[in-house]
């Protein structure tokens, strides 16, 4: 595990160096960068979507499959594990819902490939109909507020308000929060494990796992909170004006934010995290006494 853990960060401060903002999008950019040198004379086109989240419409709205980006982020946020997550208000966050993205991919496969060149198509939101941060934080905190999350009381979870800190800032706190409560864990198994003591150490190692969850990701996904980048769609506009009869939706003008947010998106990832969403006191033993 521990040589698993050094690798990883290797990578990330390899890609970071060369100016990506994770292993993941480095490794993604390399994979484009040889398909592009190799082909030979196999025609090739990429569609390069931004980060997928649920569906608009197809196969049916809030449809997708497992976890993506933002989910862990909004989940943890609702359950209060995460006080703050750094980002800049009135940047973008570049999301497009998956059926737009199939729509692409299958538009661009009718279309066939150029035969000269690789045709890149970015199947994005941010240039064409932006969701900025600071909306999407206040989308999701009316959300929450309205249909909070339960914790193992019963009670409901005050989500807190943002204040749009830096990373390094928030990461500093996790880190001395973490640190605490590691010394805190190891002070408390020293003594004989029974009674009230088994109960606060799983406490301690529950809340310690839960900050070193919403370090990683601050550390995994705030870069993306804080980028301005400006993805480009022309050729995928070019390409809708002749796929419309089709009953392809190509184009991210179509989405509405706030409907999509409210009462697509956030529904679904609720539901599909089976967090609790009822008051009312647990019957059965708590994590701490399992």
């Not at 980028?227 to 179509?254: C, I, K, Q, S, Y």
């Amino acid at each position: 595990d521990w040589v698993k853990d050094q690798l990883v960060e290797l990578g990330q401060a390899r890609a970071r160096g060369l100016g990506w903002p994770d292993a993941y999008a480095y490794t993604k950019a390399l994979g484009e960068r040889a398909l592009a040198e190799t082909r030979g004379d196999v025609p090739v086109s990429i569609v390069r979507p931004s980060i997928i989240e649920s569906a608009l419409a197809e196969p049916k709205p809030g449809w997708i499959r497992g976890f993506r980006m933002a989910e862990p982020v909004i989940i943890s946020y609702g359950r209060g594990l995460l006080a703050e997550f750094p980002g800049i208000p009135e940047g973008v966050i570049d999301v497009i819902p998956v059926d737009l993205v199939v729509s692409a991919v299958i538009a661009v496969a009718a279309k066939g490939p150029e035969p000269d060149r690789v045709a890149v198509y970015q199947s994005a939101s941010g240039s064409r109909n932006p969701l900025r941060y600071r909306q999407l934080v206040d989308l999701v905190r009316a959300w929450y507020t309205e249909h909070p999350l339960y914790d193992s009381h019963g009670q409901p979870i005050v989500v807190p308000e943002w204040s749009f800190p830096g990373r390094g800032r928030v990461q500093r706190q996790l880190q001395r929060a973490s640190k605490v409560l590691g010394m805190a864990e190891k002070t408390v198994t020293q003594l004989p494990i029974r009674g009230k003591q088994a109960e606060v150490s799983a406490r301690l190692e529950e809340r310690k796992g839960d900050i070193e969850r919403a370090l990683g990701y601050v550390e995994l996904y705030g870069a993306y909170a804080e980028t301005e980048a400006n993805f480009r769609v022309d050729r995928l506009l070019e390409l809708a004006a002749t796929v419309d009869d089709a009953g392809f939706t190509l184009d991210p003008a179509v989405i509405d934010w706030p409907d999509f947010v409210t009462n697509i998106h956030m529904p679904s990832i609720v539901k599909n995290a089976r967090v609790r969403t009822t008051p009312g006191k647990r019957t059965g033993p708590s994590r701490s006494e399992r």
